[in-house]
């Protein structure tokens, strides 16, 4: 693939794990977690201040907001750098290509290629751009804005703008 644009990867650990952490807070089944494990710390702290001799849950039902979150949101952490250090590959000396016909990510002893049909959109933060695949929902390629010049980021604006809307 011929590319138009040409634009540097290199993922840090804690890079990975911020844009995970977005894409992760975003879906419908996070909030829904969080709000479930919520829900029987609030009933049994109503039961416990209404001096009920029934309490409707253990007390340690006070540690499962604190594990959802932790499983949610810490945990990621580990698997970035768990993916940093099996897979060094994977994130460094990588180069994606943007073009009319679609984007590609070559680094050491892969490559791959995606048209632009096979994405649902994008989306632009303060340090990354997602770009969302239609075959896999909330899932994303990012692109870290720190890599891109403001000639090379505006280049990249108008061909997602045109191709994704």
Known sequence: ?????????????????????????????????????????????????????????????????????????????????????LVPGKFKNVM??????????AGNGFEYKKNWEEFTGWEETNNFIYLYFSEFDGVAHIVQKRLVSESELRLLRELLQKHLG
């Not at 009933?43 to 604190?66: A, D, G």
């Open 96 to 105: 994606l290509s943007f073009s009319d016909k679609g984007f590609s990510r």
């Open 1 to 85: 693939m011929a590319g138009i644009l040409l634009i540097r990867e290199e993922f840090t650990a804690v890079e990975q794990y911020n844009a995970s952490v977005f894409l992760i807070a975003k879906k419908r089944w996070t909030k829904r977690a969080l709000t479930i494990s919520i829900v029987p710390v609030i009933i049994y702290f109503l039961s416990v201040s209404l001096n009920s001799k029934y309490l409707p849950f253990p007390p340690s039902v006070i540690f499962l907001p604190v594990s959802v979150f932790l499983l949610l949101f810490v945990f990621p952490f580990f698997i970035a750098v768990i993916q940093m250090l």
